[in-house]
């Protein structure tokens, strides 16, 4: 194969390359090297053949093709799985991806797989992170993330980052290309900028056209209902196909044509040339026809021949035959089903218990005196967003904390304790605290900064359903301040489970293992 018809073959069925004129050159003089990267989130779609496909293009133009399981870019874009549940996840992600190429004929030994924390934390990777943040700018750092990284008014940096990082791993791998779907566009236009002024050659980028997904928006690995994954069973892919927008005649805004478009027959044509798609259907209905490509379909689909009916049921058929081997390998492998649950354990099952009953908010303390009458007591007035406006609360934090270092602190609230008079100051509640075992050291459980006041703080697994007032008599506070302690990471938890915030978890300053009221 001459260096014509590799480049043929390298950009054939891309959206758009950019750096023709270097890929052009490379060719001239060796094989291309080239890294297609994935995040490891949500599970793997079946968008993912796209990619997968394409990869085998690559391949046989002689190219040198890294796969990279971006576990560092899963975190900063989902800080919500630990790092230990990403471990678990960038496994899964291998195991599924090279089950995958392989369904398709894909030699696996031909690729070199990477981890990104293999690399992304060295001191030399970690030196350019900072070179590039240092001229970056905000504007570029955002609009490169734009469209792969969530975007909210008030964005954490994390999101930032996340398109430096990429940047940053054309140079680390040692590739003269990246490969990605269009949606990357803009990181490949910040990589182009910036990777010259830190003296790094400018890389070639490709780019596959995205698959939309079911409900209208781009198949996404975090949405579930606008993917189907690689596991899916047969009835889930029937399910959702079934459910899928699917109008009469309509070809452009029809996700299951798009679909067939982009995976089907390229994914079928790849294994077997010259595939033929075929739609099933009673005699009385036309009897059955077959597709050689996908522009027949689309016109017999347009022009009304074709049942969105009888489209959904050849295409379920068409899927679960692609999806048929993949299942197959993990179903004969009793290790990788075990990976499967500890990567994504099934939701915890919501009940109602005890902590359910105990209302715990985030509030803000305007002001802190001295009681008139004890000397071991303090009299705190403290917002929790109410319309009412402060609670009056008698803390017995005297002996620990100075009133400047109360004062203007964010703190929980045990906020439907019932109403009770300390030395003649009605307390409306009880400012939480963690302490040493021996009670020398105390200090004030911190929500995050960013919180809001008012919030109530959850426990992940059971209901909120608070009582309106707390029956003393029932000792509910008790029982549950006996599971109350934080961890040797000084979070704040009960039996286990954080305090959890909209902005994170409730932590302690310093004190680890210790008992909270």
Known sequence: MNAEQKFELITRGLQETLGTDRLKQILAERDLSLYWGTATTGKPHIGYF????????????????????????????????????????????????????????????????????????????????YRMLAMTTEHDAKRAGAEVVKQVDSPLLSGLVYPLLQCLDEEYLGVDAQFGGVDQRKIFILAEKYLPQLGYKKRVHFMNPMVGGLSGSKMSSSEANSKIDLLDSPESVRDKLKKAFCEEGNITENPIIAFLRAVVFPVNNLKTPGYKFVVNRPERFGGNVEFENAEQLEQAFANKELHPGDLKAAATDAVNGLLAPIRAIFEDDIGL?????????????????????????????????????????????????????????????RAYISKEDFTGKLVLVAANMKPSKFAGVMSQGM??????????????????????????????????????????????????AVDFSTSEECVAQYKGIPFMTSQGPVTAKSLKNAQIS
């Open 337 to 397: 089903q075990d990976l499967t649950l500890k990567a994504y354990p099934p939701p915890k099952e919501i009940v109602k218990g005890d902590i359910s009953r105990l209302e715990i908010r985030i509030g803000k303390v305007l002001e802190v005196s001295e009681h008139p009458e004890r000397d071991n007591l303090y009299v705190e007035k403290i917002d929790l967003g109410e319309a009412s406006g402060p609670r009056t609360i008698v803390s017995g934090l």
């Open 50 to 129: 796209v990619p997968m496909t394409k990869i085998a293009d690559f391949l046989a133009a002689g190219c040198h093709v890294t796969i990279l399981f971006a576990d560092l870019h899963a975190y900063l874009d989902n800080q919500k799985a630990p790092w230990e549940l990403l471990k678990l996840r960038t496994e899964y992600y291998q195991a599924i991806i090279k089950a995958t190429l392989k369904s398709i004929g894909v030699p696996l030994e031909k690729l070199k797989f990477v981890t990104g924390t293999s690399f992304q934390l060295s001191k030399e990777y970690s030196l350019d992170v």
């Open 431 to 480: 400012v939480m605290a963690a302490s040493s075992a021996d009670k020398s050291t105390v200090e004030l459980l911190e929500p995050p900064e960013d919180v809001k006041i008012g919030e109530a703080v959850t426990f992940d697994g059971y209901t909120a359903e608070y009582d309106a007032v707390l029956n003393p008599k029932h000792k509910i506070f008790e029982k549950v």
